[in-house]
């Protein structure tokens, strides 16, 4: 009695197969070798968008880390925002737990009472 019933299921599936033969040699030829498609070849908008950017050595939604600046008040450090404003978060020592939360408005220098850094909010272009 299995056996007939696998016997059975067997035969469907291989209808099955035949019937959407085009359609499987298609998705599987979607990869470049013809194995598993690579993160760039599935990515599709904004993380197609982020991963060419990247490629390109841009970073145009402000994802990686900001580059070192003396952070003094004549040159604090620059935190780019979309908006009129960021919340931003200060941390004083390499190793530390804890984080000084605070919202950085546009047009306005703001220092960090514990460790004196400055930062200042500019204006930041998403890519067409």
Same mark, same amino acid.
């Given at each position: 009695? +299995?056996? !007939?019933?696998? #016997? &059975?299921?067997?035969? *469907? $599936?291989?209808?099955a197969? #035949?019937?959407?033969?085009?359609?499987? +040699? $298609? +998705? !599987?030829? %979607?990869?470049?070798? &013809?194995?598993?498609?690579? @993160?760039?070849?599935?990515a599709? &908008? *904004?993380? #197609?968008?982020? %991963? %060419?950017? $990247? !490629?390109?050595?841009?970073?145009?939604?402000? %994802? *990686?880390?900001?580059?070192?600046?003396?952070?003094?008040?004549?040159?604090? @450090?620059?935190?780019?925002?979309i908006? @009129?404003? #960021?919340?931003?978060?200060?941390?004083?020592?390499? @190793?530390?737990? $804890?984080?000084?939360?605070?919202?950085?408005? =546009?047009?306005?220098?703001?220092?960090?009472?514990?460790?004196?850094?400055?930062? =200042?909010?500019?204006?930041?272009?998403?890519?067409?």
């Amino acid at each position: 009695m +299995a056996s !007939r019933l696998l #016997r &059975g299921t067997e035969a *469907l $599936a291989v209808q099955a197969l #035949r019937a959407y033969g085009p359609a499987w +040699a $298609a +998705a !599987r030829s %979607m990869a470049s070798g &013809g194995g598993i498609p690579s @993160d760039e070849e599935q990515a599709a &908008g *904004l993380e #197609r968008e982020i %991963m %060419m950017a $990247a !490629r390109n050595d841009l970073d145009p939604y402000n %994802m *990686l880390a900001p580059k070192a600046a003396p952070e003094t008040k004549e040159e604090p @450090d620059l935190v780019p925002s979309i908006t @009129d404003k #960021r919340i931003v978060g200060c941390i004083h020592e390499e @190793d530390n737990s $804890a984080v000084i939360w605070f919202w950085l408005h =546009k047009g306005q220098t703001w220092c960090c009472a514990n460790c004196g850094t400055h930062y =200042k909010l500019v204006p930041h272009q998403l890519s067409p």
